[in-house]
């Protein structure tokens, strides 16, 4: 009897074994990282959770700066400041850390934005 529960232990510790290292394998050959391009699944159910936390008052909002020589130079400080670093010194969505994030920082010169600023 005791030699049956061990040899049952062993069984179990032996499937826990083989089914981690699979895992393991998995992950690794899928590049588990944040750094990966996800799945379309993925994306979708990410993006749908990303657009449902912005309050819906935010896609009407307009911009309540008018378009002058200070405000624009003050804007382009706060850009290079707060901005750059992801979406690339001039807006192209070429950021000096390229190829490390997802995803990719938005061209903000792509025009589809024109109307906010
Ligand atoms: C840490 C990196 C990072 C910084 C800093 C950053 N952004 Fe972004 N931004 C992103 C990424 C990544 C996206 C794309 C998000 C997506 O696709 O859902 C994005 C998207 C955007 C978009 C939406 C573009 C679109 O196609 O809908 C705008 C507008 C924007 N950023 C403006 C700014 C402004 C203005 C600043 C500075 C005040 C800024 N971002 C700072 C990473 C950054």
């Known amino acids: 009897m005791k030699q049956?529960?061990?040899n049952v232990?062993?069984?179990?510790?032996?499937?826990?074994?083989?089914?981690?290292a699979i895992v393991?394998?998995?992950?690794?050959?899928?590049?588990?990282?944040?750094?990966?391009?996800p799945s379309e699944l993925e994306a979708s159910v990410a993006m749908k959770a990303h657009d449902s936390s912005i309050p819906d008052r935010y896609e009407t909002?307009?911009?309540p700066l008018t378009n002058s020589k200070i405000s624009l130079?003050?804007?382009?400080?706060?850009?290079?400041e707060h901005c750059a670093a992801?979406?690339?010194?001039k807006?192209?969505?070429?950021?000096?850390?390229?190829?490390?994030?997802y995803p990719?920082?938005?061209?903000?010169?792509?025009?589809?934005?024109?109307?906010d600023v």
């Not at 232990?9 to 981690?20: E, K, N, P």
């Not at 992801?86 to 010194?89: R, V």
């Open 104 to 115: 990719r920082p938005s061209n903000l010169l792509s025009g589809r934005h024109a109307g």
């Open 86 to 89: 992801c979406h690339g010194d």
């Open 24 to 37: 393991g394998v998995v992950m690794w050959s899928h590049s588990f990282n944040s750094r990966a391009k």
């Open 9 to 20: 232990w062993a069984a179990l510790s032996f499937i826990g074994f083989v089914t981690v």
């Open 91 to 101: 807006g192209n969505g070429e950021p000096k850390f390229h190829g490390l994030m």
């Open 61 to 63: 909002m307009k911009n």
């Open 4 to 6: 049956r529960i061990v």
């Open 73 to 80: 130079v003050e804007a382009g400080g706060r850009y290079e």
